[in-house]
């Protein structure tokens, strides 16, 4: 009683210095700021990020421009440090709906050659700057082939022939629309934005028009500054000559031991975007069609199995059970003498599989996983996790993992229990097994990429302070919700078989084919109802693209989950037919042979989709990160075929009365 005493006192201690953790995280920007015309507008810096290398770096470990006050780092959630933002303040000033042109912002110092060599380093591995205003990152368009391509961010800079060309003049465009005190609160219908936003208000002809920034483009360019007129410049001033910007062309070079000179221009332009729909540049979706086949391919792989399920039940098991039924006590003992097929493993099926304990942790961690994949992607299809609010899906996806600690140590301390036949003792191993197997696994993994990107001096390294809250979050919520949920695992009453077990198990006649081949098989068909939707989604990890079409994540994944448990449920059934028993593993496997053809598409992808990937450091992050969500999508899946098959199995052999 008095370790479940401190341990309550623990984990209240943790809860609420998490919530204390989340207020001072808190990043503004997620509701309107009515901005007065003159009223300065801060233009805010992430890391520089490359789908070359994938590994983020700091903006100010290259030699630009600093701001007059020292650099400051912005308020940033948990989310967004898990993922490698790092949001920083800039020199970059504008003065809301005021246009501005050839404004000097610095000369450097002579390059050193570390810098030289970094320069030319972050130019071939194709580093992009990220700048965002209002918490609206920039948009840079360009035209290939006819065709507007939009990006996010723009190159560091440029390789023309042997040269090496920064970009060092930015143009900005700035798109506001006039405020509209009246609706914002009801478009918005936040608490944060009922406190700050008036709901109504009177008009009157004194009051100064407001804007709201709906939009943020940036266009940059290359240019060489002429060396004695920046010489008596100092910041924002106003440089003499005209500044052409021609992104087409570039013309200023990176030499050693010269000084680079940055400069900008901005101009506002009213806009008819109103604030909730300033996102949608961001989240425009491209290849509906593509999203809807990969639905309709999933439909009919469902229909192709259920056809096979449907079989299984109405003609064979049912057309089984009825004949046993409608005999005389006599004719069913001497039909008992005569079975053949599944009914001759009647006491022998429920027997306990090999590594009980291994199976249960990996069930209860499948549950756990499921269901937070499920309730994140539901919310983020209903809007709750717009990215707007950066890191929230970060923050939602941990928050709903450690609170499904309770189903994950219910469900494997009660099938604990069900394998041996009520007896519950071992439940608390097996419960902080369970808290221990999956978050250790993804704690090794993530380690180990840790250690490569902290050698790397990347901003993707986990701070170790986050590092100690991630631990302190492990250890005193998501242990203890776990163990909680074993608790009532145990005084739950376990499922009771309805045929008895042998003592001497029956002999498993010889099989055609190995069943392993099977089990690997198996995996194609809940492989082949999501690698289209998985092309998307590995683009947007790794080729920098907003995916956010979470309606049709949450459809393919329901569709998935049907698709695992038709699959699991018929190779169940097939085993069991040639007299196979064994079928508590293989039922897993069978659908959580899904990851297997994952991880190889995910090879396939970057040896064919990421040519451009560069170093072992990128390579084994990238395979390392594919490791971790394939673990994760192994024990998912697995548990659905898992718990389908159990269901069959108990709801086959409860049908008839066999001895």
Same mark, same amino acid.
């Given at each position: 009683?008095?370790?479940?005493?401190?341990?309550?006192?623990?984990?209240?201690?943790?809860?609420?210095?998490?919530?204390?953790?989340?207020?001072?995280?808190?990043?503004?920007?997620?509701?309107?700021?009515?901005?007065?015309?003159?009223?300065?507008?801060?233009?805010?810096?992430?890391?520089?990020?490359?789908?070359?290398?994938?590994?983020?770096?700091?903006?100010?470990?290259?030699?630009?421009?600093?701001?007059?006050?020292?650099?400051?780092?912005?308020?940033?959630?948990?989310?967004?440090?898990?993922?490698?933002?790092? *949001?920083?303040?800039?020199?970059?000033?504008?003065?809301?709906?005021?246009?501005?042109?050839?404004?000097?912002?610095?000369?450097?110092?002579?390059?050193?050659?570390?810098?030289?060599?970094?320069?030319?380093?972050?130019?071939?591995?194709?580093?992009?700057?990220?700048?965002?205003?209002?918490?609206?990152?920039?948009?840079?368009?360009?035209?290939?082939?006819?065709?507007?391509?939009?990006?996010?961010?723009?190159?560091?800079?440029?390789?023309?022939?042997?040269?090496?060309?920064?970009?060092?003049?930015?143009?900005?465009?700035?798109?506001?629309?006039?405020?509209?005190?009246?609706?914002?609160?009801?478009?918005?219908?936040?608490?944060?934005?009922?406190?700050?936003?008036?709901?109504?208000?009177?008009?009157?002809?004194?009051?100064?028009?407001?804007?709201?920034?709906?939009?943020?483009?940036?266009?940059?360019?290359?240019?060489?500054?002429?060396?004695?007129?920046?010489?008596?410049?100092?910041?924002?001033?106003?440089?003499?000559?005209?500044?052409?910007?021609?992104?087409?062309?570039?013309?200023?070079?990176?030499?050693?031991?010269?000084?680079?000179?940055?400069?900008?221009?901005?101009?506002?332009?009213?806009?008819?975007?109103?604030?909730?729909?300033?996102?949608?540049?961001?989240?425009?979706?491209?290849?509906?069609?593509?999203?809807?086949?990969? *639905?309709?391919?999933?439909?009919?792989?469902?229909?192709?199995?259920?056809?096979?399920?449907?079989?299984?039940?109405?003609?064979?098991?049912?057309?089984?059970?009825?004949?046993?039924?409608?005999?005389?006590?006599?004719?069913?003992?001497?039909?008992?003498?005569?079975?053949?097929?599944?009914?001759?493993?009647?006491?022998?099926?429920?027997?306990?599989?090999?590594?009980?304990?291994?199976?249960?942790?990996?069930?209860?961690?499948?549950?756990?996983?499921?269901?937070?994949?499920?309730?994140?992607?539901?919310?983020?299809?209903?809007?709750?996790?717009?990215?707007?609010?950066?890191?929230?899906? *970060?923050?939602?996806?941990?928050?709903?993992?450690?609170?499904?600690?309770?189903?994950?140590?219910?469900?494997?301390?009660?099938?604990?229990?069900?394998?041996?036949?009520?007896?519950?003792?071992?439940?608390?191993?097996?419960?902080?097994?369970?808290?221990?197997?999956?978050?250790?696994?993804?704690?090794?993994?993530?380690?180990?990429?840790?250690?490569?990107?902290?050698?790397?001096?990347?901003?993707?390294?986990?701070?170790?302070?986050?590092?100690?809250?991630?631990?302190?979050?492990?250890?005193?919520?998501?242990?203890?919700?776990?163990?909680?949920?074993?608790?009532?695992?145990?005084?739950?009453?376990?499922?009771?078989?309805?045929?008895?077990?042998?003592?001497?198990?029956?002999?498993?006649?010889?099989?055609?084919?190995?069943?392993?081949?099977?089990?690997?098989?198996?995996?194609?068909?809940?492989?082949?109802?999501?690698?289209?939707?998985?092309?998307?989604?590995?683009?947007?990890?790794?080729?920098?693209?907003?995916?956010?079409?979470?309606?049709?994540?949450?459809?393919?994944?329901?569709?998935?989950?049907?698709?695992?448990?038709?699959?699991?449920?018929?190779?169940?059934?097939?085993?069991?037919?040639?007299?196979?028993?064994?079928?508590?593993?293989?039922?897993?496997?069978?659908?959580?042979?899904?990851?297997?053809?994952?991880?190889?598409?995910?090879?396939?992808?970057?040896?064919?989709?990421?040519?451009?990937?560069?170093?072992?450091v990128s390579a084994t992050l990238y395979l390392g990160y594919s490791l971790f969500m394939v673990v994760a999508i192994m024990l998912a899946t697995g548990t659905v075929g898992f718990l389908s098959s159990?269901?069959?199995?108990?709801?086959?052999?409860?049908?008839?009365?066999?001895?």
């Amino acid at each position: 009683m008095e370790f479940l005493h401190k341990l309550k006192i623990c984990t209240l201690f943790v809860f609420v210095a998490f919530l204390q953790l989340g207020q001072g995280f808190y990043l503004p920007g997620s509701y309107p700021h009515k901005h007065g015309i003159g009223d300065y507008l801060n233009v805010k810096v992430n890391s520089l990020t490359s789908i070359d290398t994938e590994i983020p770096f700091s903006y100010y470990d290259l030699p630009y421009c600093r701001p007059k006050e020292g650099i400051k780092d912005s308020a940033e959630n948990l989310g967004e440090l898990l993922m490698g933002d790092r *949001i920083e303040n800039s020199p970059y000033r504008f003065k809301m709906y005021t246009n501005e042109t050839q404004i000097f912002l610095c000369q450097t110092k002579p390059l050193s050659t570390e810098e030289f060599k970094l320069l030319k380093k972050r130019i071939d591995e194709m580093y992009q700057v990220n700048v965002n205003l209002d918490n609206l990152p920039a948009i840079r368009y360009t035209k290939k082939e006819g065709f507007m391509l939009r990006w996010t961010g723009y190159p560091v800079g440029a390789k023309v022939q042997e040269g090496y060309y920064v970009f060092n003049h930015l143009k900005f465009t700035v798109l506001v629309h006039k405020y509209e005190e009246t609706n914002m609160a009801t478009v918005m219908g936040t608490g944060d934005a009922a406190e700050i936003i008036p709901t109504a208000s009177k008009k009157t002809g004194s009051d100064p028009p407001g804007y709201m920034v709906v939009g943020f483009e940036v266009v940059p360019c290359s240019f060489q500054h002429n060396a004695g007129s920046v010489k008596n410049l100092h910041m924002y001033d106003k440089y003499p000559s005209p500044i052409s910007c021609d992104p087409g062309t570039v013309a200023m070079p990176i030499k050693e031991n010269e000084p680079l000179t940055f400069s900008y221009e901005v101009s506002f332009v009213e806009s008819d975007i109103k604030w909730p729909s300033r996102w949608d540049a961001y989240l425009k979706m491209e290849g509906a069609k593509v999203h809807w086949f990969s *639905i309709l391919n999933s439909l009919m792989v469902i229909t192709f199995l259920a056809g096979i399920v449907l079989v299984i039940f109405l003609r064979t098991v049912r057309r089984d059970l009825t004949r046993y039924e409608e005999l005389d006590k006599e004719a069913q003992a001497q039909m008992n003498e005569e079975l053949s097929g599944w009914k001759l493993v009647v006491s022998d099926v429920f027997r306990a599989p090999a590594y009980p304990s291994l199976l249960c942790v990996m069930v209860g961690d499948g549950v756990q996983i499921l269901g937070m994949a499920v309730v994140t992607i539901l919310f983020a299809a209903l809007g709750f996790m717009s990215p707007a609010s950066r890191g929230t899906l *970060i923050i939602g996806m941990l928050f709903f993992y450690m609170v499904l600690g309770i189903a994950a140590g219910y469900v494997a301390v009660r099938l604990w229990r069900t394998i041996f036949c009520g007896d519950h003792k071992g439940w608390v191993g097996v419960s902080w097994k369970v808290s221990c197997f999956f978050p250790g696994i993804a704690f090794l993994i993530l380690t180990t990429l840790n250690l490569l990107l902290w050698h790397s001096n990347s901003t993707g390294a986990i701070p170790f302070s986050l590092f100690v809250i991630l631990i302190l979050m492990w250890f005193c919520i998501s242990v203890p919700l776990t163990l909680v949920g074993g608790y009532f695992g145990a005084k739950a009453s376990h499922i009771e078989y309805p045929v008895r077990t042998n003592q001497i198990p029956r002999e498993i006649p010889p099989q055609k084919y190995p069943s392993w081949l099977l089990v690997l098989g198996a995996g194609t068909l809940p492989f082949g109802t999501l690698f289209i939707e998985l092309f998307f989604i590995m683009s947007s990890i790794w080729m920098g693209r907003v995916y956010y079409v979470f309606g049709f994540l949450l459809v393919v994944l329901l569709l998935l989950v049907v698709v695992c448990a038709e699959v699991s449920l018929v190779l169940t059934y097939m085993h069991l037919c040639v007299e196979d028993w064994k079928w508590w593993w293989k039922s897993f496997f069978a659908s959580g042979s899904v990851a297997l053809y994952i991880f190889l598409y995910s090879v396939n992808y970057l040896i064919f989709d990421l040519k451009s990937l560069s170093g072992p450091v990128s390579a084994t992050l990238y395979l390392g990160y594919s490791l971790f969500m394939v673990v994760a999508i192994m024990l998912a899946t697995g548990t659905v075929g898992f718990l389908s098959s159990f269901w069959f199995t108990h709801y086959l052999f409860s049908s008839v009365k066999l001895d």
